[in-house]
């Protein structure tokens, strides 16, 4: 029974060598919006969103730094606020409306980041004011 723990233990430790990118690109064009709504999604969104990911202890932590990691380079290649070189007006509309509908839906920040950051929980008052943001030409 003991050779499966060490077997473990040295799996443990052998998969902390594998590389993962965890990097904080610069910041481009960073995010435009009235004060209290960058407030909100800086708080909310910005570690899986922009370049300026304050990257948790626990990210350093293999097999968990996988999941952070992936988390954080699937959100940057979808919406990335850090990089908000947006063509048109049309364009501008359109992605803050799909912000307000995924935080309306519930679906972002998922709620498996609101168990570890209960503060990036959306409130209903934080909610209104993303969504006269979205109907806004600001
Ligand atoms: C834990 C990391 C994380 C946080 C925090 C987070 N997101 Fe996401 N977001 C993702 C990932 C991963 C995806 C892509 C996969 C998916 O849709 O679940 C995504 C997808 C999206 C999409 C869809 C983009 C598309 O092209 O379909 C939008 C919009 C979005 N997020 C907005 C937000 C907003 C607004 C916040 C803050 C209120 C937020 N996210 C917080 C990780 C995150």
């Known amino acids: 029974m003991k050779i499966f723990l060490y ?7 052998a998969i902390q060598f594998i590389h993962i990118n965890k990097t904080n690109p610069k910041v481009r064009t960073d995010l435009k919006a009235p004060e209290n709504v960058k407030k909100i999604i800086k708080e909310s ?7 300026e990911t304050d990257w948790p202890w626990y990210s350093g932590v293999a097999p968990v730094s996988w999941f952070v ?9 979808r919406l990335n606020f850090s990089e908000w070189k ?18 309306n839906k519930g679906e972002m920040p998922p709620q ?7 503060a990036a ?4 008052n934080e909610l209104q004011a993303i969504k006269r943001w979205a109907a806004s030409d600001r």
């Open 86 to 103: 947006i063509a048109s007006r049309s364009k501008v509309k359109e992605i803050k409306k799909k912000i307000f509908d995924e935080i």
């Open 121 to 124: 929980e959306i409130t209903f």
């Open 45 to 51: 969104c910005y570690n899986c969103h922009s370049n």
């Open 112 to 118: 498996r980041y609101i168990y570890l950051h209960p």
């Open 7 to 13: 077997i473990l233990l040295f799996a443990f430790i």
């Open 69 to 77: 990691a992936a988390d954080v380079n699937d959100g940057r290649k």
